[in-house]
């Protein structure tokens, strides 16, 4: 597993904004469902929301009682504590289940009632995808490798025929 300082700055930054714009997302979303739907509701509303979201399986919603208004199923196994208290918005990296993950927390007060949010995204999966793409290519430069001399060898034997063929008729003749 890579340390929280190798990964790169720009992925961290790209990760950021996207889970920004998620988060201005979400508060849209919230503004209009807790006005809109009874508490008990809430729950299978985010649901909905977070299918049909691209990137929003990891969520959670708390009141400022930290009591859960809603956590997707794939954020529960990271276990993040509900936010208590005064919260300022943060970005942190933590590294949950062995998995580095990105976590994006604000607080959002609608129709006068404070809600705390955490959005998350994991870091791994990428740098996996990464990592199995280099063994592919690893597993084939040398097939490349034979490829490309066979084929080297194969035109160079077709250009150079005519010459092949000066040099047999002038040692006949």
């Known amino acids: 597993h890579r340390d929280l300082h190798s990964f790169p700055t720009r992925r961290s930054s790209d990760l950021d904004v996207d889970l920004q714009d998620r988060l201005v997302a979400v508060e849209k979303y919230m503004t209009v469902a807790i006005p809109r739907f009874p508490r008990e509701r809430l729950w299978h509303e985010f649901a909905e929301s977070v299918e049909i979201q691209p990137g929003g399986e990891m969520m959670q919603v708390s009141d400022s009682a930290g009591a859960w208004i809603f956590q997707s199923e794939s954020i529960k196994g990271f276990q993040l504590a509900p936010p208590l208290g005064s ?83 002038s040692r006949s003749i």
Not at 115 to 123: D, G, I, N, S, W
Not at 134 to 160: D, H, T
């Open 87 to 169: 919260f300022a918005p943060r970005i942190s990296t933590h590294i949950l289940r062995g998995v580095p993950v990105r976590v994006r927390s604000a607080a959002m007060t609608i129709g006068g009632q404070t809600y705390f949010v955490q959005l998350a995204t994991t870091l791994g999966h990428p740098y996996e995808e990464v990592d199995r793409i280099f063994v592919i290519v690893l597993c084939f430069i040398p097939v490349l490798v034979v490829i490309a001399s066979g084929g080297g060898y194969w035109l160079s034997a077709r250009a150079l025929a005519p010459v092949d063929r000066i040099i047999t008729d």
